[in-house]
C-alpha cells in the first residue's frame, strides 16, 4: 500500500521560512525521482522542484530558483522541500509526487502553506 505522509506546512509571514516533509512507504522509494508539486486557487498544478533516484540531480521552477531547496534521505524514505524568503505567490497546497522511469506515479494528499502578513 502505496502511502505518503507529508507535513511542515502552515502558516508564515513573507520572508520567513518552512520545510516540508514527505515520509513515503509502500514502493523502493530509492528506484523513484520525487517532486514536489504545487497548485494555488485558480491556478493550475506545476511542478517546483524535482530530485533524482540518488539526489544527484535537482531542478526547479524558475520562480523558486535561489529560494527552496529540494532534497531526499533514501534510508528515510523522506524527501524534503526546504522553504525560504516566501511570498505571497507561494500560498498554495503542495503535493509530494514519485515518479518512476516507466512513469509510474504516486501522489500525496497535499499539504497547504499560506504566506501572509
Known amino acids: 500500500q502505496v502511502q505518503f505522509v507529508e507535513s511542515g506546512g502552515g502558516l508564515v509571514q513573507p520572508g520567513g521560512s518552512l520545510r516540508l516533509s514527505c515520509a513515503a512507504s509502500g514502493f523502493t522509494f530509492s528506484s523513484y525521482g520525487m517532486s514536489w508539486y504545487r497548485q494555488a486557487p485558480g491556478k493550475e498544478r506545476e511542478l517546483v522542484a524535482a530530485?533524482?533516484?540518488?539526489?544527484?540531480?535537482?531542478n526547479y521552477v524558475d520562480s523558486v530558483k535561489g529560494r527552496f531547496t529540494i532534497s531526499r534521505d533514501n534510508a528515510k524514505n523522506t524527501v524534503y522541500l526546504q522553504m525560504n524568503s516566501l511570498k505571497p505567490e507561494d500560498t498554495a497546497v503542495y503535493y509530494c509526487n514519485a515518479r518512476r522511469a516507466s512513469g509510474l506515479v504516486y501522489w500525496g494528499k497535499g499539504t497547504l502553506v499560506t504566506v501572509s502578513s
Open positions: 530530485i533524482s533516484t540518488s539526489g544527484g540531480s535537482t
